[in-house]
């Protein structure tokens, strides 16, 4: 069969639907079409590669990286919404007035994940504080704002109107009537910030989606534009992609030249996203030649037995596996979660020293919080073994690179009246300055940082760093002469940029706060004797010698690359709309304005960089940084949640399964304001959302998860059980109830057997 599909792939006009096992080989037949298409004389501006998210492309990027390959032109590796971007902004003209913008002539901005919730939040908030919506429900203010964005997605990635919306979630609501007002809610809240976008020429994720379908995919112009130009496409994880997406590839297959589209078998883990695996299944009818790859070359069968036992004890229909999963699982059970953490760690410490190399160890975790992250970095760290940690959903503010950079920006922009509190003072001195512990950072902190409060007020907005020099001689001595040289250093770097931002009319751009923290990062912090240049002091010596730490130059740099993109985004965004600084106001922690105190009025550039900082301290969700998922790549342990893990698409030797017992691998995420099933193509509208089907659902979603997993290892999973989870609850989740299940009926099998064997035997 391989060899059938090597030789298919070796034609100009191959033309299949590649389906089979994750570890098949199908994205690596992806490649290598990529490959002979550029080593036959293929122009690379004709080949597309379609991926549902940008992170699974990098095995194409690396072939194209590779230097055996040869010279190549750039590929176009993207993804639906990064191909709408490209077509809006180049037939803008054809379609800015028929599609309802207020400005056709005025270039489109487009939306961040992060934009998109501060213009959200510009609609909705008014509605909060004056006409109490949202009060039948419990949610933080930015998963709120999320959900109401997930349901404009949702619209948009399968193809329904925003009127349908509200009522779909009304039609399947089973519960009391007071929820069906809050539906009506969010639905006023999606249309006025629809109606927003349209008269700000603003395009988030949604709108995008829906201009470049609705608008521009039926001009002649646009299909002329892209089925001449890109003749030979290839679909990757095309089951993580949505209806939209389905029916879009449906007739541009028939217009290429080659196409190959691949498959997972029990994929569809971003339905939460979107992704329908049912509506993927439908493009094999629109290629010559469908081919199923059945062998894995990852997990072996007594690893593929353990995701057929799973099955069985979960009532889900699947194919049997021959093996004993017996062989490749390890569990041990611990009565407190400390316990079970450090099991883990002097597993993992036992597998590197027996050869395993780092990266081929991945700690996974239905949900990692912040405690068992930095319980697991530390451990690792303490013995000497590299690790990392990859979790998307974790807000840039909980980094302490970022809250550094932060808080430091608002010392060094007084006139936000964004006055930080001394302890954030304190941390970030302790981040920023080499060798400078928790308690000199305090002890300095106090005497060279006092906010003062302008004449006549009482709390104070005004606060300016004082000299290292002007502190009595016992305490210089406390903290040290050069942690003295170093924080005069930051000190001074900080009054020069703002005695240059004083004169910003003659440089603009000193006032960008992205170019302020790139500048303080390139000049300041990463040079020697601060925070962001070498591995932190105080560590142990294991961690200096490559082991992961929270300010750690490689992490602490990503960070910080993160966070100026972050900034770079939204001020571009704000810049393009007119009269942004009527739309919110700028408060500081106390709720007071940013001018509050200061006679001048706040520039525009200065009140982009306040507005940003409110943003970012009120936690909104991050959008996806290439460069964070790349850093997984690192020979490290990987510790990420289950789902993040899987759309890395990397296999590993061996898989820990942390707190094996909790309930968060089979329940979703409480979403009140949409639902995931309801908001699909092929749901009946008006049907109710039953106890049933919420169970059938949990069942379903928990089997896909495990399978996925089982089959990206190629060695053996170890299960991390603790009685009493990080909270102190007793732990009997469904997934630990489906591993005992299947162990208790293999190992009944096992004695069945064992009894036959002997009774013929007898006779």
Known sequence: MQSQVTHLIQSIRTNIFLTGLPGSGKTTLGVKRLRWLI????????????????????????????????????????????????????????????????????PPVFLTVETAQYFMNGV???????????????????????????????????????????????????GESARRQIYDQASECVERFRGYCLAHNLLDFSLQIETFLHHLWPQPAVRAYLFERYRHLIVDNVEEDTPVVHDALAEWVTQCDSVLIACDQGGGYRIFLGANPTSAARLAAACDETIE????????????????????????????????????????????????????????????????SPGEVAVLAPFVSDALRFSMLEKLSARGIPAHSHRPSRALRDEPAARCLLTLAKLAHPAWGLLPPPFDVTLALAQAIEGLDLVRAHLLTDVVYRPQPPAGQDM?????????????????ERIGYLIGERYDALRAWLERYQEQTEHEASVPEEAHLDHFMGRLFGEVLSQPGFGFHSTDLRASEPAKTGAYMGNAPLEAGRVVADLIESARAFREALEQVPNFGGEQSVTSPQGRPVTHGHPQPISQDHLIGARFVGMFERGVVAATYVQSWRLTERDAVLIAPAYTYLMTNRPVDYQFWLDAGSSGWWERIYQPLTHPYVLRRDWEPGRPWTDELEFQARQETLYRLALGLVRRCRRGIYLGISELGERGYEQRGPLLQAIQSALRRTAEKSSSRSSDQANREID
């Open 293 to 356: 790859l059945t062998k894995s070359y990852v997990a072996p069968s007594d690893m593929l037995n353990l995701g057929y036992q799973l099955g069985l004890s979960l009532r889900q229909t699947t194919p049997a596996v021959k093996g004993d999963f017996r062989r490749v699982l390890h569990f041990k059970e611990h009565h407190f979660h400390p316990e079970m953490l450090d099991w883990a760690a002097d597993k993992i410490t036992q597998l590197i020293s027996e050869g395993t």
């Open 124 to 174: 909705v908030g008014p509605l909060i504080d004056r006409h109490g919506y949202f009060d039948a429900v419990t949610i933080e203010h930015t998963r709120l704002l999320s959900q109401l964005l997930d349901n404009l997605n949702k619209a948009a990635l399968i193809g329904i109107p925003l009127a349908e919306v509200p009522e779909r979630l009304k039609g399947a609501w089973a």
């Open 39 to 106: 080593q036959h004389g293929m122009p690379t501006t004709s080949i597309l590669v379609l991926v549902p998210q940008r992170t699974l492309a990098a095995p194409y990027y690396d072939a194209l990286n590779d230097p055996s390959l040869g010279p190549a032109g750039p590929v176009d590796i993207i993804t639906l919404d990064g191909l709408a971007r490209r077509v809006i902004r180049l037939f803008w003209p054809l379609i800015g007035d028929r599609a309802g913008f207020a400005h056709p002539t005025h």
């Open 460 to 476: 104070p907005t005004q606060a300016k760093l004082g000299s290292f020099a002007q502190i009595q001689d016992e305490t210089r």
